[in-house]
């Protein structure tokens, strides 16, 4: 089974479960207990989304009251974009191919979430703003532009996964 490149990394293609055969009603059960157990196994992943979303609430409130003190606004929106990967996460549980658009997303908000990490220990830590800094705020910004342009398939596998290294490594 042909699958688009973006996704056969993470899917061998072919079928996921056997076919089923035999009476309606006893399928439609069959499907409803297995999206019921998946459900159930997604509980703690929807508490942790949930709870990241009220310290990102938290976050751009303690901001809101110490304008001085930047780094409760970036730690709102790291807390946030983490909120929203954890999300999509959940999202894809139930959903195996989702479309271009949420595979941009998914990305968007990780590089976004990297960006706001780093802004944030810069602004908690204290630290200067250094070249190294900028590097890494850059090469983030530049994972941000091109994700659109690999994950339509416009680029080959090395070029990606040299451009993810590229990406990645000075957020380290």
Do not use: K
């Not at 009476?23 to 019921?36: G, M, P, Q, T």
Request: no cysteine.
């Amino acid at each position: 089974v042909w699958y688009w490149p973006y996704v056969a990394s993470g899917s061998g293609g072919g079928m996921l479960s056997p076919v089923l055969i035999g009476e309606r009603s006893l399928i439609n059960a069959r499907w409803r207990s297995d999206v019921s157990g998946t459900a159930r196994s997604q509980t703690g992943r929807i508490v942790i989304a949930v709870l990241t979303l009220l310290s990102s609430a938290a976050g751009f409130l303690l901001f809101l009251f110490r304008r001085d003190q930047r780094e409760y606004l970036w730690f709102g929106m790291m807390a946030a974009l983490d909120s929203i990967e954890w999300m999509i996460g959940i999202h894809s549980t139930f959903y195996s191919f989702t479309g271009v658009a949420y595979q941009i997303l998914d990305r968007v908000a990780a590089g976004a979430d990297w960006i706001a990490y780093m802004l944030f220990l810069f602004y908690f830590l204290r630290a200067r703003r250094d070249w190294l800094f900028w590097l890494g705020i850059g090469a983030q910004l530049v994972g941000l532009v091109i994700a659109p342009i690999e994950i339509s398939g416009m680029l080959s596998t090395p070029v990606s996964v040299a451009i993810a290294t590229f990406v990645s490594l000075p957020g380290f």
